[in-house]
């Protein structure tokens, strides 16, 4: 996806249970606001600049619509819509995803998806960023100041920053000592 590339630390122990309850546990929702998304990150040792490096990776994929339709749709139980999100992307998005739609998805940074670039940052900067959590980014100095470099000369590397970052991430929570084990594969147990 014409993205950076970096150095995976192998050799690592990993577990032997999975479990999606867990995973959510520690994920922010979609609706997640700065303070929580701070708060998130600096509970797994990262920083509100990781925070906005990171959030960079949804310059690719996809996103079901019911992760948006409550900003569409139903912001305040009011059935009203995100006001920080720009209304013609929101016309544009009612026509992608019903209000009741669970199956349909969008990409979130549409026309360039598959496509590792810097273009999520321009998206919100416009108000398009598909998430609250995105659109969060420019309600903090740190991560609002992040967000405006990008794509300017002179700014700070998206891609070098993005690769050290994520061999940060990989690093939240490994196990040492007798528990879990080393992969002989990275995607099953042994
Ligand atoms: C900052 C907090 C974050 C929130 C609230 C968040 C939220 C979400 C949500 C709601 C989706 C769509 C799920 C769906 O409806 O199917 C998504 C997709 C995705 N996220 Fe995040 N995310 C966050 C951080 C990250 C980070 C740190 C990365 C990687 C560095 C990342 C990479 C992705 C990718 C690649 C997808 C698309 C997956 C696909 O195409 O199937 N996200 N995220």
Redesign the pocket.
């Known amino acids: 996806m014409n993205g950076p590339s970096w150095r995976v630390p192998l050799g690592r122990r990993d577990g032997r249970v999975s479990r999606s309850s867990e995973a959510l546990a520690n ?4 609706s ?1 606001n700065i303070t929580q ?1 701070k708060a ?2 600096r509970s797994k040792g990262l920083s509100d600049r990781e ?1 906005a490096i ?5 310059t ?5 619509c ?2 948006i339709s409550n900003r569409l749709y139903n912001f305040t139980g009011q059935g009203d819509t995100d006001p920080s999100l720009d209304p013609n992307y929101v016309v544009h998005l009612k026509r992608k995803c019903s209000p009741t739609d669970t199956t349909s ?1 969008i990409e ?1 940074d549409p026309g360039s ?1 598959r496509t590792f670039d810097t273009s999520y940052y321009t998206l919100v900067r416009k108000r398009r960023g598909l ?1 609250e ?1 995105d659109a969060a980014l420019l309600n903090d100095n740190a991560t609002r100041n992040y967000v405006l470099r990008q794509g300017n000369s002179g700014g700070s590397n998206f891609f070098n920053d ?1 690769a050290a ?2 061999v940060k ?1 990989g690093r939240i929570g490994v196990i040492t000592g007798n528990r879990g084990e080393i992969r002989r594969i990275c995607s099953a147990i042994n």
């Open positions: 994920l922010p929702p979609p997640a998304l998130s990150f925070l990171l959030s960079g990776g949804h690719i994929g996809i996103s079901h019911s992760s998805i979130m998806a998430f959590a993005f970052s994520m991430m």
